[in-house]
């Protein structure tokens, strides 16, 4: 069993990763103030598979949970689905100290995350993320969010959980094309922070491939503790924190280009990192060596590194609407080494041209 712990200015949470994690929520919530009745909610991928075994360890441990799956995907992720689980959570009568439970992906825990800041003006809120992207990503750092006609995420509110736990065993279900997209956020880690982890990530990459679970548990723990150390020193995303966005400004016009349909988060950031390292490598941060090394490792993880047919100019208006474009100017994440990176605000149009010319 790995643990992470999570130290904020004025909560700090634990995330355990642990084998059959899922059996031991009931057990790990012993300790918290939390009443009774439970919320769980999942999609209905993920419920056939793993909530009798939530729902198992709950009652053992002495709580009443009721179980609410919503359609897989991003679409659940309304106000409109909200909605629904403020109506079952007030009918089921949750109080201040029921606990919401999140298990799944990046969705449910988003969604169910959102509900818990919001019902009562917060109940506690328990995360069992289910994917790659979620146990290394979105379990950390307290971003829950809903999705609005005009944009993604535009609705939501920093929140923290109570307690993470992460089941590498829940990964042997996940479609491959799933776990290669949690992969591209693992390798972004080792690129901003830790060039030991990227080298481990090469010599590793077939039991990670495998699934083995031992491997897993590993590189969930290291992501988990670079994450965990950003967010503590920047929970808001003043500073700091934005190198998390390495390989996500161009992702995400990657992503909105393709309709969000055509590349999923992790493959557009894999695209995005591809982009991010030629940028740093033509302003004369990073060596060709490095950009190759990254290019390597992307291949290894079959992940892609260009989305053949985009056009340059579609890209790049998406770039200039992207929300974090603070005054008009982007703040770029850029190599500066494997395991190194810098923000830059001071990029040139014509140099971000000339790398996503490279990457289409
Ligand atoms: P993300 O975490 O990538 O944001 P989603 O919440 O959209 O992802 O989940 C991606 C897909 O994987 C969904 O269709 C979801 O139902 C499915 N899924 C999540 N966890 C598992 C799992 N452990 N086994 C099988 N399918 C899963
Ligand atoms: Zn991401």
């Known amino acids: 069993m790995v643990e992470v712990k999570v130290d904020l200015a004025d909560h700090s949470y634990t995330i355990h990763i642990l084998a059959d994690g899922i059996s031991q929520v009931g057990q790990l ?79 449910v825990g988003d969604l169910a995350g959102f509900v818990a800041a919001t019902y009562l003006r917060g109940v506690p809120f328990i995360q069992v993320p289910t994917t790659l992207l979620a146990q290394v990503d979105s379990s950390v750092g307290g971003k829950t969010a809903v999705n609005h006609s005009l944009g993604k995420n535009l609705i939501g509110a920093f929140y923290q959980p109570g307690l993470v736990v992460i089941d590498p065993l829940a990964l042997s279900t996940l479609p491959e094309r799933e776990l290669k997209a949690g992969l591209a956020e693992v390798v972004k880690y080792g690129v901003i922070a830790d060039n030991t982890f990227f080298r481990y990530l090469n010599d590793r990459a077939g039991a990670i491939l495998a699934r083995d679970p031992a491997t897993l548990a590993e590189i969930i723990g290291r992501c988990c503790k670079i994450k965990a150390d950003v967010v503590a020193q920047d929970e808001r995303e003043t500073s700091l924190r934005m190198i998390l966005n390495f390989g996500h400004t161009i992702g995400h016009a990657v992503e909105a280009v393709g309709g969000y349909s055509e590349y999923n988060h992790g493959e557009a950031v894999a695209v995005g990192m591809h982009a991010a390292a030629l940028i740093s490598q ?16 992307l291949n290894r993880m079959g992940l892609p590194l260009a989305a053949p047919g985009y056009r340059p100019g579609e890209l790049f208006s998406y770039l200039v609407r992207d929300k974090k474009v603070i005054s008009g100017k982007i703040n770029w994440v850029l190599m500066t080494g494997i395991g190194q990176v810098k923000i830059s605000r001071e990029v040139t149009e014509v140099t971000v041209r000339a790398a996503l010319e490279q990457v289409i």
């Open 282 to 297: 033509s302003l004369g941060l990073c060596s060709s060596e490095d950009v190759i090394e990254l290019k390597q490792l």
């Open 29 to 107: 919530l012993k300790g918290l103030p939390l009443s009774g009745k439970a919320l769980v909610v999942t999609d209905e991928n993920v419920c056939p598979l793993y909530a009798d075994k939530l729902t198992g360890s709950l009652a053992a441990a002495g709580f009443h949970p009721a179980v609410i799956a919503v359609p897989p995907g991003e679409s659940s992720k309304s106000l409109a689905t909200a909605d629904m689980l403020y109506t079952q959570a007030i009918t089921l009568g949750l109080d201040r100290k029921s606990p919401i439970i999140a298990l799944g992906g990046g969705v």
